[in-house]
């Protein structure tokens, strides 16, 4: 395969390339997929995937990167959007949640694209440590600054009890996002309207925000 050629044929092949071993991986896991698995599905060599990705680890990154960097992007830029507008003042629960959740349901939201889902999935079902620290370093950041930005508006708040009620959140919105998809059968009186399904995530993750720390936990 001649891997010199002019840049939109490069292009071209390395999203071929992502495609299919995102498709492999989904389907049977990141630890049975071989690298000669990929060239053999997307008739491409092995001097290919050593060129654009460097070694299969590689890959998985740009799989990942992908699909959950354009959400990381656009979810800071609308964090930002909302601390500007807060000035000096406590930005609004709703107003941080929605920066968080109205990205995911773009065309780019790393749930929109079913292959990626069952992929997500699969990791979540078998942790690997190579994964745990890709999601580390695309989510540290974002959970620095949402989490940051969720003690300003709540500083009653402390540090442990916003990551268990992020925690809630981010649960209901990928099951959410789920819904949305069609990914299970729903009852035929409920209607998925997207502005809706994310006006109630705000609504119900602001409520959960604001609600009285629990009495019953044990004492560090």
Known sequence: ??????????SKTKTHILDV??????????????????????????????????TKQGLIAAIFDRRLTPVTQARLAALDAVEKAAGKRRPPVED????????AFSKEGENRNTTFRKLMGRCLAEPSPKIESLFHAQFQTLSQRFDAALLRARPDLTREEVFWRMSV????????????????????DIAINEADVVERLVIYGAAIMRAARPEQLSKP
């Open 96 to 103: 941080i949640l929605r920066a968080f959740i109205v990205p």
């Open 169 to 188: 959140v981010i649960a209901a919105l990928h099951h959410a996002l789920l819904m949305v998809e069609r990914a299970f059968p729903l009852p035929p």
């Open 1 to 10: 395969m001649n891997i010199e050629g002019n840049r939109p044929s490069q």
């Open 21 to 54: 071993a995102e498709r492999l991986f989904a389907d049977h896991g990141l630890e049975v997929v071989s690298v000669r698995d990929i060239t053999k599905a997307a008739k491409t060599s092995l001097g290919a995937i050593n060129y654009y990705f460097g």
